[in-house]
């Protein structure tokens, strides 16, 4: 067994790393999942976690059958008091993505 080594040429305790994570009320049917909530933060070995963008989502139409579930996603996620906000005052996903892109397009790595 022959195994390949790469030398990096940057100081991975100065780069930085960006983790993303989306929380959804439920999967549909047709293999479709409503996402409620997006958070992306900007970490670094070195000084940790320096950024933070987190919104929560309009998750658009609840498919007929589906409610309960998403009701109950909503109390693990324990915002079943916000679910009311939310559908009136989350962002759309496709305004969240562009503004998320956009954030992250001034954050480029050195090694890009």
Same mark, same amino acid.
């Given at each position: ?6 030398? %990096?040429? *940057?100081? &991975?305790?100065?780069?930085? $790393?960006?983790?993303? =994570?989306?929380?959804?009320? +439920? ?6 999942? %409503?996402? *409620?909530? &997006?958070?992306?933060?900007? $970490?670094?070995?070195? =000084?940790?976690?320096?950024? +933070? ?60």
């Amino acid at each position: 067994m022959r195994i390949n080594t790469c030398f %990096l040429l *940057v100081d &991975l305790t100065e780069e930085k $790393f960006y983790f993303i =994570d989306v929380q959804s009320l +439920c999967k549909t049917p047709d293999e479709q999942y %409503l996402p *409620v909530e &997006l958070a992306v933060v900007e $970490f670094s070995l070195k =000084d940790g976690m320096m950024n +933070c963008y987190h919104q929560f989502l309009k998750p658009g139409q609840i498919p007929p059958g589906m409610r309960y579930e998403c009701m109950q996603k909503c109390k693990y996620y324990e915002i079943e008091n916000k679910i009311n906000v939310i559908f009136r005052n989350g962002l759309l996903l496709r305004w969240t993505v562009n503004t998320v892109l956009n954030w992250l397009s001034d954050k480029t790595p050195s090694w890009w």
